[in-house]
């Protein structure tokens, strides 16, 4: 299984960076103009579409964990030619929040149970969707 982390520290709270990755209105904001449904309630369905020149992209899933304001995890299949909607199809995320000194930290788990060639363990650098995530809580912050 490949699993790869991410993590960054926010300058704001935690219940702030919490509705950023929890509300719809403010994840389409850091996660790709994508729309989150979801009642993030434990074995219900999670959701993410968007549009891209032209054409819808849809994501699916199932709410594994959600521990309110410090721990969130999601199963998720991204479809493409060639591969079934199963099981061992599916990917896992797990965000976590944690109380730190300058504010609130952020790790995100991806762990894939797919073998699939060209694609890295580790990545280097930031993770562009948490620099995302970070620039639009600071903004949020001070609004």
């Known amino acids: 299984m490949r699993v790869s982390t991410s ?7 935690r219940e702030i960076v ?3 990755v929890t509300q719809p209105e403010y994840v389409r904001r850091w996660q790709y103009n994508s729309d989150l449904t979801t009642d993030w309630i434990v074995g219900h ?6 549009e891209w020149q032209g ?6 899933g199932t709410v594994l964990e959600f521990d309110d304001p410090q721990r969130l995890r999601y199963s998720l ?16 995320m797990t965000y976590v929040l944690t109380d730190v000194a300058d504010g609130t ?7 894939d149970p ?4 060209g694609i890295e363990n580790n990545v280097e650098g930031e993770n562009p969707v948490l620099t995302a995530l970070r620039d639009m809580v600071l903004a949020l912050a001070n609004e």
């Open 105 to 111: 930290k952020v790790t995100f788990i991806h762990e």
């Open 77 to 92: 299949f991204v479809p493409r030619p060639g591969l079934d909607d199963r099981p061992e199809n599916y990917f896992t």
């Open 7 to 13: 993590t960054i520290t926010i300058d704001a709270p």
């Open 45 to 50: 369905a999670i959701r993410f579409s968007a």
């Open 18 to 20: 919490w509705s950023a």
């Open 114 to 117: 797919r073998e699939l060639d």
């Open 55 to 60: 054409q819808t992209f849809a994501q699916w």
